[in-house]
């Protein structure tokens, strides 16, 4: 394949922007792009706009794009911090306007849907092809051979949500990487267009400007989200038409898809919001509206349905906001409240854990099945509990899924699969109501917070502090914190105990020990035990949970510990704050109260409903308003 047309693509990304309401910074200024470099010469019609442009040096070398904006992007706009939920009169502005990177996830689908044109809702179930790109917790996204994702992923075992992408840029690496990725994607979006589109029938003679039009604003609607504007049309047309005959009708159209795929209209999701509203508010246009739901719970671009309802303004109202809420979290792919539950409990990051146990065939321990098996854990509870007592259910229920690779290490008896399928079907079983209780007990969850050989009491202690109360653990700075005493024969207990009466390490160890030591019941893979495996010493448990209100008490282990946290409403509290987060892509402040505290109503007028919750989120002003 040829690649002649990437340095006039260079030029091209330049020269794109972002046009309409749909791009700018966050400010709500021009977005700032890269510029080329190097020397060129240009062959063709007199460097007319659309000629090909062949760099005497090679690829024409691109500066990285300019950091993330801070937290406050619009330096005019105070962001005031959240407190107690009230909806009382606030006089902090909605968030700021801003662009959205896509994730790897919502990327790779984007791409798939394209090539296979299709939209996300209505997909039959996809199956295993070459090229796929996998993601452990998210199910397989076929994508053509040669078709890759260039963008990495900047999340993933990092204590942020995947769907915070307003703070994630471009990087050099990624760049160079798109060049190359998006060229194989284009050749195999030209092929797909040769079947059941105008480019197979009637791409001749005078029908061949009309058939480049019609393909533009098919195919870039889809990637931008929107329809096309005329100019927009005319500009990447133009590649195809004026580039037709010095490298033939294919080739120019796959250079103009090329255009389409580099440019950051695609790569960036953009919440810019129309007219204003009200002076220096804007709200989200339906396009955004559709696009913003339909990314963060399908990781798709928008569905028939849902850009039908964009397009005749049937995105207007909360009532129609909720209904495409409630519709796609129904479909195969509204996956959204389940990667949040994933993500929510870091279980995914087991995979970037070394195991000494860890094989890649067979009926063997692999980390890939303990977190696809935790996951089929999540789909079960939300299949049983999405609308009830759907935070409780995730911290109490036994259900585990198992196959012959991971029972040793429930402890399970008679699950003896051969590898054949490989991997085998994990099989639905109830584990001792003694031993587990919801995901906080999960193997994936205790394997990633510990080592090869340490169990790591201390940091699912901060964990647990974080996550599910809220409450920060003061940072130590690296390279101060003594190592543990080498004490023969002694337990985690007796070996902290001395740790923390070391100066200065006490009061951080008093929020963490108490609580991470009741995780000790279980080893470095996550398998119950009551004693230590080097002096055979009965494990205690015991712990402590002091300034958290409605959340104090004391525990023995992780499956009491467990119970006492789903009984809180403090801890359901923050769940649900960190649901916000996910949702909506960022931190809650002052102008967010009231969406807060009426989500938090909704989910409790309903029994612990999170569908509820959620729908609650996204008909807010803090979901449909911004500032400019």
Known sequence: MRFHGIPFLLATVAAVGCSNSNGGRPDGGAAPLPTTTGTSSVTGTGGAPGTVVEGTGGMMMMPPLPPPPPPNPNPGIMRKPFNAPSCDAVSSPPYPRRLSRLTPEQYGN???????????????????????????????????NNVTVPLEDKT?????????????????????????????????????????????????????????????????????RRPLDAAEVTKYGNIAK?????????????????????????????????????PAVSRLTPYEVASSLSYTLTAHPPDNELWTAATTGALATPAQVKAQVVRLLATPVGRGPRDFVMEYFDLQHLLDVRKAADKFSG?????????????????????????????????????EYSDCATSPVYGFMGITQTADPDPPTPLRVLAPA????????????????????????????????????????????????????????????????????????????????????????????????????????????????????????????????????????????????NGFRYMLGREEDEYDQCTVLNAQKAYADAGGNFVDYITALYTSDSFMNRSF
């Open 434 to 577: 003694t031993e587990r209780s919801g995901l906080l007990t999960h193997p994936a969850f205790l394997a990633g917070y510990g080592t090869l050989d340490d169990t790591l009491p201390v940091r699912r202690g901060r964990f647990v502090n974080e996550r599910f109360l809220c409450r920060d653990v003061p940072p130590v700075p690296l390279g101060t914190v003594p190592k543990l005493p080498e004490i023969e024969n002694a337990t985690m207990r007796e070996k902290l105990a001395v740790h923390s009466a070391t100066p200065g390490c006490g009061a951080c160890h008093s929020l963490m020990d108490p609580i991470g030591l009741a995780f000790e019941t279980y080893d470095t893979l996550g398998a119950y035990r009551t004693t230590m495996p080097e002096s055979n010493k009965p494990i205690d448990a015991m712990g402590s949970i002091t300034g958290v209100g409605d959340a104090d008490g004391t525990f023995n282990g992780a499956v009491e510990l467990s119970q006492l946290l789903s009984r809180s409403k403090t801890v359901e509290t923050c769940f649900l704050r």
């Open 363 to 399: 009926c063997e321990y692999q980390k890939m099945r303990v977190v696809n098996e935790a996951l089929k854990v999540v789909d079960d509870i939300w299949s049983t509990n999405s609308t009830t007592d759907f935070f409780k259910a995730l911290l109490t229920s036994n259900v």
């Open 156 to 224: 993933h075992g990092v204590y942020r949500y995947s769907t915070t992408a307003s703070t994630i840029s471009v990087n050099d690496y990624e760049f160079r990487l798109s060049m190359t990725s998006t060229a194989y994607t284009s050749q195999a979006l030209l092929e797909a267009v040769k079947t059941g589109t105008c480019w197979g029938t009637n791409s001749g003679g005078a029908a061949f400007e009309t058939c480049v039009d019609t393909l533009i604003q098919d195919k870039g609607s889809l990637l931008f």
């Open 110 to 144: 984007t791409i798939s849907d394209l090539i296979n044109g299709r939209r996300a809702g209505n997909d039959p179930p996809r199956k295993t092809c070459p090229g796929e790109f996998n993601f452990a917790d998210q199910g397989p996204v076929c994508l053509p």
């Open 242 to 278: 004026t580039n037709a005959m010095a490298m033939g009708k294919d080739e120019a159209l796959a250079l103009a898809f090329q255009a389409m795929l580099i440019a950051p209209q695609f790569v960036f999701q953009p919440e810019i919001g129309g007219a204003a509203v009200s």
